[in-house]
């Protein structure tokens, strides 16, 4: 079960007035920043507002640690008064229980996950802590100052068709390898407000679709340790710096399967994964082909393949091969076969 780390804030200016919540959530490496806020709300809704939506965010089972300053919230569930209300009917025994629905909204999620509450002093030394009020605060500043029309529970929920551009404000190279180097860079939204953004920078790529005169595709077959499995793929290497693409293609496919391309043209370009990897593939379609020479780097171990296209193109729709660059590769060169 994945262990997730929650910290939660609330503010409202006036009480009750224009308010906001915030959350970080943090599991693993991973760390996700969410605000919002109401046009006309309390201190308490904010500060129970802020939990529910994270929980929301979650998509499956989780043990969960959450942080609060609020006592009002802590002490509801630490303390165990929430079980008292449930079994009262969403009452107090002395009276109407304050905000009910918001109340059970939390104790409902709270009931899916394994949740344990902490409490943490307010606007002390506790990084997380501080960082929830100021998103917090700066989305009840966007209510005060009518920069927000509707009222809503969550801003991050509405329809949203302004600015996607997001500026990059500082960043921090992590690690640097033979292969790829891994960023941390601080950005700034589209709204103003500020997260973090994990980005691997890498060279980018070419990988060629080789086709002989049979209608026979040149595959190689590796290990690939990130998946733990051998792969069948079409060939491919890195770009060097300054590299034309077309070039890597052919030094690539003579490297790997000692042929060379008669003639050779672009089928196009792609981000395999660019939520989190700059690496651009260029992917390139070859015919007429012709003995070369292997020549591959002492760590490289591969076995070349000849399948007839027929047969790799079912097993790409089948699912037999599961390597995203191959996958476009062979779709991609289906419309001239």
């Known amino acids: 079960m994945k262990k997730v780390v929650i910290y939660t804030d609330g503010a409202c200016s006036g009480n009750p007035g224009p308010g906001g919540y915030a959350a970080i959530l943090m599991c693993g490496d991973v760390k996700k920043e969410i605000s919002g806020g109401e046009k006309d709300t309390t201190n308490n809704r904010m500060e129970l507002r802020g939990p529910i939506e994270a929980l929301k965010l979650l998509k499956e089972k989780c043990e969960v640690e959450i942080y609060s300053d609020s006592s009002y919230v802590v002490d509801a569930f630490s303390k165990g008064w929430v079980q008292g209300w449930r079994n009262n009917g969403w009452k107090r025994k002395d009276g109407p229980l304050k905000n009910p629905e918001l109340i059970k909204e939390l104790y409902e999620l709270c009931q899916y996950h394994n949740v344990k509450w902490i409490k943490v002093k307010g606007h002390a030394d506790n990084e997380y802590n501080n960082r929830c009020d100021e998103l917090a605060v700066q989305a009840a500043a966007k209510y005060k100052n009518g920069n927000v029309s509707e009222n809503t529970a969550s801003v991050r929920d509405t329809e949203y068709s302004g600015e996607l551009f997001e500026k990059i404000i500082k960043t921090e190279t992590m690690f640097t390898g033979r292969v790829f180097k891994v960023e941390v860079s601080e950005v700034e939204l589209p709204d103003g407000q500020r997260s973090t953004r994990e980005i691997i920078r890498h060279n980018g790529g ?51 399967t000692g042929m060379q391309a008669g003639e050779i043209k672009h089928l196009f370009s792609m981000y395999a994964t660019p939520g989190y990897c700059a690496e651009k593939l260029h992917i390139y379609f070859a015919t007429g082909l012709k003995p070369g020479h292997i020549h591959r780097d002492e760590e490289e171990f591969l076995h070349v393949i000849k399948v007839p296209f027929d047969i790799a193109y079912k097993m790409v729709m089948n699912g037999q091969l599961n390597d995203a660059k191959t996958i476009a590769g062979i779709l991609a060169a289906k419309s001239f076969m």
């Not at 002989?212 to 990130?226: G, H, M, P, T």
């Open 206 to 256: 070419a990988a060629i679709v080789a086709i002989d005169e049979n209608n026979n595709i040149f595959l190689v077959k590796q290990y690939r340790i990130a998946a733990g499995q051998e792969m069948l793929e079409i060939p491919a290497g890195k770009l060097e710096i300054g590299e034309d693409p077309l070039n890597c293609a052919i030094r690539e496919l003579e490297e790997e």
